[in-house]
């Protein structure tokens, strides 16, 4: 599973192809929960700044 402060996520949470950039140790991520709670958005960090987003929905 994947932690995320409060909440726990299944390691099925993300879709494959960001699971397979989650697994590289040389990039740097952080996950926020979107202010309208209907998901979260991962961002992947660049020089300690966001960088490329994700929106991360949970499956209905």
Do not use: C
């Amino acid at each position: 599973m994947w932690y995320v402060p409060g909440k726990k996520l299944a390691a099925d949470a993300f879709p494959t192809h960001i699971r397979k950039m989650l697994q590289n140790p040389a990039l740097s991520w952080r996950l926020e929960k979107k202010a309208d709670n209907s998901g979260w958005t991962l961002y992947q960090m660049e020089n300690g700044q966001k960088g490329r987003s994700f929106d991360l929905y949970a499956k209905k």
